[in-house]
């Protein structure tokens, strides 16, 4: 595996990749990585001869009060979990290389990207669609894939891609990898490692809450009154505050009273302590 923590050197390796005519995968992180991550690298694997991954922790995603400064760093053992994999490239910029003296711009995509997490992390996904694009444009893939744990996510990263014409990758090869779970059924995520021991057992909860919520409005349950009995679960299982509990519109995120044709999301963020914790989980049609 070659590791890139400059531009010029990441440019190389692309570069001789391009050459022996080889197509190239992207899966963005911050590191920390789980068997989630891991999960993206091995989609990435079958679908190109070559796999890029990116780590970076992006200072611009996080609000004031947040936990830039808390964010897990493994470098090393992030490397070794890569290697392990088959992985051709790590890039690993650092902050000056991303965001140099002067660096003035920013992408912010409307619409999508205003409610759930955009409510309650302003300027978030300013920061993600901002380093997403640059990440595009610096390692320039065939095919990008990214977590629908963190669906709102991708759905800004796709609508941007389509806004702006990008062509490395183009907005249909941006891949969506369904969530990887613990055994209780929690969305493994970096973050799951701030919760004590009696939180991580608490926090099963969460998607527990939500599989009863997404059965009953299936059955045809009223949404306003399941969404209510789901917070009232998370406030019973011990989560302190509830972000967002909604369903909505699964291409548009426009927030939903009651089920429509087009597919649906129950999307939630709550808190545990002072961690948060995001899930989300389709809503079928009887
Ligand atoms: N459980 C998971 N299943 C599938 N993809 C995941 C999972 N967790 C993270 N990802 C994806 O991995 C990519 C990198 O995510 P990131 O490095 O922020 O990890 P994370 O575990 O989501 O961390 P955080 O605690 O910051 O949410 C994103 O596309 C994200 O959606
Ligand atoms: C996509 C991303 C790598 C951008 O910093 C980040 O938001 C993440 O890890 O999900
Ligand atoms: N996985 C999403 C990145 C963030 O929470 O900042």
Redesign the pocket.
Known sequence: MQTATELDVLRTTVAAFREAGESLAL???????????L??VRGARVRADRVAVS?FVNPTQFGPNEDLDA?PRQMEEDARLLEAEGVDLLWAPGVAQMYPEGFATTISVAGVSEGFCGASRPGHFDGVATVVCKLFNQVRPDVA??????WQ??AVIRRMARDLDLTAPQADAIVG?????EADGL??????RYLSPEQRKAAAALPRAMREATERIEAGGDVGATLQALEQALAEAGFSSVDYADIADAASLARLDRLGEAPARLLVAARIGSTRL?DNMAIDKA
């Open positions: 899966v963005p992180t911050m590191g920390a990585l789980h068997e989630g991550h999960t993206l780590i964010y894939l990214f977590g629908e744990k963190d996510q991708l990898v369904p969530t990887v779970r969305a493994m995520s970096s973050r799951n995001i």
